[in-house]
């Protein structure tokens, strides 16, 4: 939360001052004003616009009180080092040691003096590049991790301010330390499983057969399945099958009753309503959205 205030001969940094710290206690508020000067009515507008862009370039300072100098544009901007990113699986440091470095480097006194949000940009845009590169050689992909419990939205924020960022940097490396944790947790009777229907998913596929190639009991084997993937395994099969036949119906023109035969349903009706289920569209309405949004696009 932002208060902009426009100065007056009542209402002095000081008491702004004490203004913020009540704010601070009994609100938990982060709120930075900003002290203008004095203006006739037709300057208004103007200051008013003058104070949003220096609030804007403020990332650092919470709970201060900022004061408007009429050449502040001009004044030279201190270029900030920032940190050596370098080669995380190089460096053989955890994602833990390496998170508390770079919170470390956000939080010390010296960069918070000097830094404007285009050194946030480019301090971001090294941590992911590093972060990218780290889970390419694990085969895990940045962007799935990014779509993880509002992580996207705490990516287009973080540029706002350092706490942002440092709370971004945070999630980003804890939620990275989960998904490698799971990878490499997971089981390779559910691996062989997944594996089998990936290859088989046209075909008739059933439990008893399932359980029968992994040597489980049929409900143990679904048991051991969902706890890895979150759904049982028929409804896994459903979802490749689906995810298989909405790529068919954006990249071919084949009829939807050779697609159903093609993902494995021997039944039109069932394939239809299966699909609708899934999609929340019959097979011909998602190809008509997919064809209208591909038409939009090349115009």
Same mark, same amino acid.
């Given at each position: ?67 408007? /100098?009429?050449?502040? #544009?001009?004044?030279?901007? *201190?270029? @900030? ?5 370098? !080669?995380?699986? %190089? ?90 944790? /799971?990878?490499?947790? #997971?089981?390779?009777?559910? *691996?062989? @499983? ?5 290859? !088989?998913?046209? %075909? ?96």
């Amino acid at each position: 939360m932002y208060c902009i205030i426009s100065k007056a001969d009542t209402l002095t940094e000081k008491h702004l001052q004490c203004f913020l710290q009540e704010k601070s206690i009994f609100e938990k508020s982060e709120i930075c004003c900003v002290l203008g000067d004095t203006v006739y009515a037709s300057g208004i507008c103007e200051m008013f616009s003058e104070l949003i862009a220096l609030l804007e370039t403020n990332i650092a300072e919470n709970l201060s009180v900022l004061q408007w /100098k009429k050449n502040w #544009r001009q004044e030279k901007i *201190e270029v @900030i080092e920032l940190p050596l990113f370098g !080669n995380l699986q %190089k460096q053989s440091e955890s994602l833990e040691s390496y998170g508390r470095k770079l919170v470390d480097w956000l939080n010390c006194d010296k960069i918070r003096s000097k830094i404007q949000k285009r050194d946030l940009e480019r301090f971001q845009s090294g941590f992911e590049q590093v972060l990218f590169a780290y889970l390419k050689e694990r085969n895990i992909d940045l962007f799935s991790i990014l779509s993880t419990g509002g992580l996207n939205k705490q990516k287009q924020q973080a540029t706002s301010g350092l706490k942002m960022m440092s709370l971004y940097v945070s999630r980003l490396l804890e939620v990275t330390e989960q998904s490698i944790r /799971k990878q490499y947790d #997971r089981n390779p009777v559910v *691996e062989q @499983i997944k594996a089998y229907i990936e290859l !088989n998913y046209e %075909k008739e596929i059933n439990r008893k057969d399932l359980s029968a190639l992994v040597f489980l009991n049929p409900d143990y084997m679904d048991r051991v399945f969902k706890e890895q993937e979150g759904i049982s395994v028929n409804r896994y099969i459903n979802k490749v099958r689906m995810e298989k036949a909405q790529l068919l119906l954006e990249k071919t023109q084949m009829q939807v009753l050779e697609i159903a035969d093609k993902v494995g349903y021997s039944s039109l009706s069932n394939f239809n309503m299966q699909f609708k289920q899934y999609c929340g569209l019959s097979p011909n309405q998602y190809r008509k959205r997919i064809r209208n949004r591909q038409n939009v696009e090349i115009q």
